[in-house]
């Protein structure tokens, strides 16, 4: 819902990251949404003129919104849960931002946002899964990977989604895509959608 409601207001979706002026990845697309998920003071303290990982923006790590774990994670920590996968075909091209009518798969059927599970990447880091490098196999800490029984996605008509164990490699990578006029059923994508993504069954410990 954060990032439907920064695309109805700046007519496109954040970019993946923000580029600094020396020419790296500054800024997460995580800390460009947090107005639209009541975090706004803590965005005001967020300083876009220095690297996520400034003097300044090192104080604010212990603030991570809860939103960007797991549910139920305690203690909170810094570590985010939930990743872009970034790729010129896939909702997040990097640098540059998508609008939502170039998703011409269908919202209902193109992945944004997946949960992910060992990558260790920081809330404010302006660093994802990359589509040319990830492991398309479910639970792979290079992938979509949970503490859940079945790894979920949202797709970007914020439906949430649980994949289950029968999803394919080229399945995901359909999924994943914006414009490749792929036609796949719920069954064929491996996946059934989830009224409530917090309420799933854990793994076994």
Request: charged share 25%.
């Amino acid at each position: 819902m954060a990032v439907a409601n920064y695309a109805e207001t700046n007519g496109r979706l954040p970019p993946a990251y923000v580029v600094g002026p020396d020419g790296k990845p500054w800024h997460s697309w995580r800390t460009l949404i947090l107005p639209y998920i009541e975090q706004e003071p803590l965005f005001k303290a967020y300083r876009f003129d220095e690297p996520w990982n400034g003097p300044n923006n090192c104080l604010l790590a212990p603030r991570m919104p809860k939103l960007f774990a797991f549910h139920g994670t305690e203690p909170l920590g810094t570590t985010t849960n939930y990743l872009a996968v970034v790729g010129p075909d896939t909702m997040w091209p990097g640098a540059s931002a998508r609008k939502f009518d170039e998703v011409t798969d269908g919202a209902s059927s193109t992945i944004l946002i997946v949960e992910n599970n060992g990558l260790g990447v920081h809330w404010m880091e302006p660093r994802d899964l990359a589509f040319d490098t990830m492991d398309f196999r479910l639970d792979s800490p290079n992938g979509i990977s949970s503490w859940y029984k079945h790894p979920a996605v949202v797709t970007a008509d914020d439906a949430v989604h649980r994949l289950l164990n029968d999803v394919t490699p080229d399945a995901l990578r359909a999924s994943l895509t914006v414009a490749g006029g792929e036609r796949l059923t719920d069954a064929e994508r491996g996946w059934e959608v989830l009224p409530d993504g917090r309420d799933r069954e854990r793994k076994e410990p």
